[in-house]
């Protein structure tokens, strides 16, 4: 069916500008306004013949027509949304018309823009994007032709926000379900979860990113390379593919935020437009960025001040990494925690040899439940006093009260505790009866540095036994739920024990791993330092990617305190920066013969090696070895050079 020449009685059809899977659009005079003023005239064409359906699709697309009122009404970038309807069983929307250029037609015949350009563009278009997030809005739909440079102040505008979502459909008798999906994203710069229908608001950004690569290289997405093994996008490939076209160069800061947003994995891109924006800012710290400024002085920015960095602003590699910091670097942990912790009476165990960020993730789970209301409480066990240990009534009363006391509560034990029942029993019934009866809240029990129970074979039995009796207590009793148990460990126990009484067998495993090469460079550019490719690997064939021994690298040599060059030459020796924690695992392994003619006899081979069990076990939690198969070898290079030469065959 044709479009009628005159819509909702007073919108003029003038000329068609364009169509796609939606629908078309068309150039349209407002004939109730003085002057016949022109606006743009969206038609929607959900694909839906079955009624319910069409209600369906009517009540969303009312829906999302009442948040683009809001969108354009409060932002000066988005077009404000005049009017809504439905004619014919199709949907309409008017927006106002944009004088301007869309990038689309700017990049026409091959024309590439410049770093300073594209900074000025992310820049612009981050911060429309950070109020659409802010909206709980996702665009979706990023690319050249939804941008337009206003004519009157050269700002780009961001257009065409979806107004129909996935509606589930169901016909006649069948059980089966379809789906029809209206604007949902384009080829090319979508990412794979916007693919699946699952957008987050890092899709957005990944849409971006690969909008800056287009612009810079001249290539279309469907025209970059991925990296083979990983299959991620990097601005090193897609620049050396465009090196027909011409030379293309941008300073190393850019690259990294460009990389850090075309992720394949969401979890490890910015996680929505304000924070890539702040990103942004730390590089462009009180510069005015515009058309006027050149390429050299971004760069300038970009690799000095710009970076908010400076040795003040440096931060100690040691203790957790605090939530605010940009030096965290973050894997896909994060979000899967949030969503275990969402869940009744979940137990989450976060292990990794000691200074792998174990306690970094920790504090970003707490911060997290505190902020939807949760009641949270951490345990360092490693600072409880050595007395509680030493009887199992003493460290369950110790245990229990330590909780109660950042609750606000007073300690209650007297009433709860009766000689009759044992440790276990009379914990349960304080938790029960008091700790949880007491507030609607869930309570999120952190319990750091686990490890300190395994020293201590009668309580840990029974402690880990409880701690399982309480998960498994949730799928039946609904107080139990309100508990969720985040178990922070470096190793597990390894005396056989029956599985059925301990918590290292349920709910949710996160173990850490090593930074990989494309976050190790974008630690490099945080620190101010600007890298070679071939500098960054000489960094990771000494240390690898461990979170600790990184971090330490690059603050010592970005605070100017030794070269690359001098580091790569000390490190493996106690004049080195690492001294301290070398020292340490050395006297760790000289107090345990037996560990120490392992590792000897690991640091010795040139390749992996078979341990007996226990052996390859502790200094597997010690974080010194790495398994290959059923075999281990030195994590890094620098533990080989140091305990090769330190541990001595008699």
């Not at 015949?109 to 300073?116: F, I, Q, W």
């Not at 440096?314 to 990494?321: A, F, I, R």
């Not at 550019?525 to 979170?547: C, N, R, S, Y």
Request: aromatic fraction near 10%; glycine fraction near 6%.
């Amino acid at each position: 069916m044709e479009i009628p020449t005159t819509l909702a009685g007073h919108y003029q059809i003038v000329s068609h500008l364009g169509g796609g899977g939606f629908g078309q659009t068309f150039l349209a005079r407002d004939l109730h306004l003085p002057g016949n003023s022109l606006c743009v005239v969206k038609q929607l064409k959900p694909q839906i013949n079955d009624s319910d359906t069409l209600e369906i699709a009517k009540r969303l697309f009312d829906q999302e027509a009442e948040t683009l009122y809001k969108l354009g009404d409060r932002h000066d970038q988005i077009p404000r949304l005049l009017a809504h309807f439905e004619q014919a069983s199709e949907f309409y929307l008017v927006q106002e018309l944009i004088e301007g250029v869309a990038l689309e037609d700017e990049l026409a015949g091959g024309k590439r823009l410049s770093e300073a350009e594209v900074i000025e563009l992310l820049r612009d278009v981050l911060q429309v994007l950070t109020f659409v997030h802010q909206q709980n809005v996702i665009h979706r739909d990023i690319k050249p032709s939804n941008l337009i440079r206003r004519d009157r102040d050269r700002k780009f505008v961001l257009i065409d926000f979806g107004a129909v979502k996935k509606v589930n459909v169901q016909t006649g008798n069948s059980l089966q379900t379809s789906s029809f999906t209206v604007a949902v994203g384009s080829p090319g710069y979508m990412p794979s979860e916007q693919i699946s229908g699952q957008p987050h608001f890092s899709s957005d950004i990944y849409a971006l990113g690969m909008l800056c690569f287009q612009v810079l290289t001249g290539l279309s997405p469907n025209f970059l390379p991925r990296d083979a093994p990983s299959g991620e996008y990097t601005w090193n490939l897609c620049s050396h593919a465009a090196k027909e076209l011409g030379e293309v160069t941008i300073s190393a800061g850019l690259a990294n935020i460009l990389d850090h947003m075309v992720r394949y994995d969401f979890r490890q891109r910015y996680e929505n437009a304000m924070i890539a924006l702040q990103v942004l800012e730390r590089f462009l710290d009180r510069q005015d960025v515009s058309n006027s400024t050149n390429a050299s002085t971004i760069i300038k920015a970009i690799s000095t001040e710009a970076r908010g960095l400076g040795d003040q602003s440096l931060e100690s590699p040691d203790g957790q990494v605090s939530i605010d910091s940009p030096f965290y670097v973050s894997f896909n942990y994060e979000q899967r925690c949030y969503e275990e912790l969402n869940k009744a009476g979940s137990l989450i165990r976060i292990k990794s040899p000691q200074k792998m960020g174990k306690s970094s993730l920790m504090i970003r789970v707490l911060a997290y439940a505190e902020q939807h209301g949760y009641r949270t409480v951490t345990l360092n066990l490693d600072q409880a006093n050595q007395k509680f240990f030493t009887d199992l009534d003493k460290y369950m009363q110790w245990f229990c009260a330590s909780v109660g006391r950042p609750l606000g509560v007073k300690v209650k034990i007297d009433e709860y505790w009766d000689d009759i029942f044992g440790a276990n029993d009379n914990s349960t019934d304080y938790f029960e009866k008091y700790l949880l009866q007491g507030s609607s809240q869930p309570l999120v029990l952190a319990l750091d540095n686990f490890d300190r129970i395994f020293k201590y074979p009668d309580i840990e039995v029974d402690f880990c036994g409880l701690l399982r009796g309480w998960y498994e207590s949730s799928r039946i009793k609904p107080i139990w739920g309100k508990l969720r148990l985040v178990i922070v460990h470096s190793q597990e126990s390894y005396a056989q024990k029956d599985i059925n009484q301990s918590p290292f067998n349920v709910g949710l495993p996160i173990e850490l791993s090593e930074f990989n090469l494309a976050q190790v460079q974008t630690l490099v550019a945080e620190h101010g330092l600007t890298w070679t490719e071939a500098e960054v690997a000489q960094l990771m064939g000494l240390i690898g990617g461990h979170p600790y021994l990184v971090r330490s690298a690059l603050y010592r040599i970005a605070s100017g305190d030794l070269s690359l060059t001098e580091f790569l030459r000390s490190a493996p020796t106690e004049a080195g920066i690492y001294s301290s924690h070398l020292l340490g695992l050395l006297r760790t392994l000289e107090e345990h013969p037996d560990l120490a003619k392992a590792m000897q006899t690991v640091v010795s081979a040139d390749a992996p090696v078979r341990l007996r069990s226990d052996g390859a076990f502790k200094l597997d939690s010690m974080g010194l070895v790495v398994r290959v198969e059923n075999d281990v070898q030195p994590r890094c290079s620098l533990y080989r050079q140091y305990f090769r030469d330190r541990l001595v065959t008699n």
